[in-house]
């Protein structure tokens, strides 16, 4: 059974930072491609970062040069490092593992950018 069990959300002030965790469990993580995606109220589920199993990045043009994915496959953990946080972050964050077409996803957790 696939688990994939996020951590590190909270309420930033504006210009702050957050590390995100997602520990995945149930699958070879080695072989995923993992993401994070993000959901507003009231707005689609949008993708944020992904990083293959080989570590090729890709970002959102709003989240370039701010955040920072990476991946720890000894613990079978992917991370979002976000910096310079902007109201516009405000969302629950997901993350994703794919592998051959297939979605697995995790709980969510809120983060929140507000003074």
């Known amino acids: 059974q696939v688990q994939l069990v996020e951590s590190g959300g909270g309420l930033v002030q504006p210009g702050g930072s957050l590390r995100l965790s997602c520990a995945a469990s149930g699958i070879i993580f080695s072989i995923h491609t993992m993401g994070w995606y993000r959901q507003a109220p009231g707005k689609q589920r949008e993708l944020v970062a992904t990083?293959?199993?080989?570590?090729?990045?890709n970002y959102a043009d709003s989240v370039k040069g701010r955040f920072t994915i990476s991946r720890d496959n000894a613990k079978n953990t992917v991370y979002l490092q976000m910096n310079s946080l902007k109201p516009e972050d405000t969302a629950v964050y997901y993350c994703?593992?794919?592998?051959?077409?297939?979605?697995?996803w995790g709980q969510g957790t809120q983060v929140t950018v507000s003074s």
């Open positions: 990083i293959s199993s080989a570590r090729n990045t």
């Open positions: 994703n593992a794919r592998w051959a077409s297939i979605d697995s």
